[in-house]
């Protein structure tokens, strides 16, 4: 007997998945329960345990290719899931993989089918991915593929640097964006509460600015009640947002946690889906990373996002004298379909009046 695993709903409205990691590979033997699969969403990474114990006898998605919720993933024989039948079977459109060379190689069945139609030998392969495995390049490199070696490694968009690649063509092709930019005197501030303060100022003047905490859903305009921020948090995979909640009720020592508790989560790839999905507006402050001036673009749906940039002591003038401040460049990257010009600039300057007093 054998058991057809197929992508589950995983939620959120999703309808489809990419295979970010295999954890088990052909002619394993799993446990019930056991992890299986790793799934990368546009919201997260989750990882699926197995839903039958037995032999896996076949991998039919390869890690990197994405699939539609309800396509079989693998085939698990010997083994049925604890509480219901197996499935029925369904057609694939997957192609062919190539079986192991010689015993369980490092090799994913996309790896697997290059191998074969270079006829390349895995066994002879040095593997140079991560955990011993063998990858694309190095099958081709193997097979003097004269690419690789003019050309330099090659690696597929995938994971979450796909997502990011999709999710940033996307708002670029559809959302006509202006950025409007303004110096902030930072000398008031906390700067090492700098991310809650914004935070908190950001989301006191989006009351007065409605229009900016709001989303575009056709021909209407979507008003939000309430002020959930996302913040961009750069990690090893690429750059997430998680959402900190009430931005504009609670208290900068609550905010400060939040924002600690989420980055630390989100470098370390722990991020629950609810903690990255229900944003009304972004802000973005890489620090030292900032520069003078960076152009951040709109966190889609959302219809604008703020950018602090690098702060740093200037000279300026104050009641016609020349003294030193930490200034620093505040942006707004806004919508121009839903948010007129006049309206995101005295949006920002609300926000760093907000900074300065």
Request: hydrophobic share 45%.
């Amino acid at each position: 007997m054998s058991y057809e695993f197929k992508l589950p709903d995983l939620g959120e409205g999703l309808t489809e998945g990419e295979v970010a990691r295999w954890l088990v590979a052909e002619g394993d033997e799993i446990a019930e329960d056991e992890p299986l699969v790793e799934i990368q969403t546009d919201k997260t990474t989750v990882e699926i345990p197995s839903p039958a114990a037995g032999t896996v006898t076949r991998i039919l998605v390869a890690e990197g290719e994405i699939a539609p919720v309800g396509a079989v993933l693998v085939v698990i024989g010997d083994g049925a899931p604890a509480s219901a039948a197996p499935t029925p079977a369904a057609p694939v459109a997957a192609p062919p993989v190539a079986p192991p060379a010689t015993g369980r190689l490092q090799a994913t069945p996309l790896v697997r089918r290059v191998a074969q139609e270079l006829g390349v030998d895995l066994a002879s392969v040095p593997p140079t991915g991560p955990g011993g495995r063998i990858t694309e390049a190095d099958v081709r490199a193997a097979a003097g593929d004269a690419s690789v070696e003019s050309e330099g490694r090659r690696e597929p968009l995938r994971g979450v640097r796909r997502l990011i690649a999709d999710h940033l063509t996307r708002a670029h092709r559809e959302i006509p964006a202006v950025t409007f930019v303004e110096e902030c005197d930072f000398g008031s501030a906390d700067l090492k509460q700098l991310l809650p303060t914004v935070l908190r100022a950001t989301a006191l003047t989006l009351q007065e600015f409605p229009e900016l905490n709001a989303r575009l859903d056709g021909d209407e305009i979507v008003y939000l009640d309430l002020y959930d921020l996302g913040i961009a948090v750069q990690t090893d995979d690429g750059l997430v947002v998680p959402v900190v909640r009430d931005c504009a009720t609670r208290s900068l020592d609550e905010l400060r946690a939040d924002v600690d508790e989420l980055a630390a989560k989100a470098r370390e790839g722990r991020l629950d889906a609810s903690e990255l999905r229900g944003s009304t507006f972004t802000v973005t402050s890489a620090g030292r990373l900032g520069g003078l001036l960076v152009t951040p673009l709109i966190n889609h749906p959302e219809v604008a996002i703020l950018g602090v940039h690098r702060i740093g002591p200037r000279a300026v003038v104050i009641d016609s004298e020349v003294v030193v401040r930490p200034m620093g460049n505040i942006s707004v990257t806004f919508d121009h379909r839903v948010v007129d010009g006049a309206r995101a600039a005295a949006f920002t300057l609300g926000v760093i009046a907000r900074l300065q007093s």
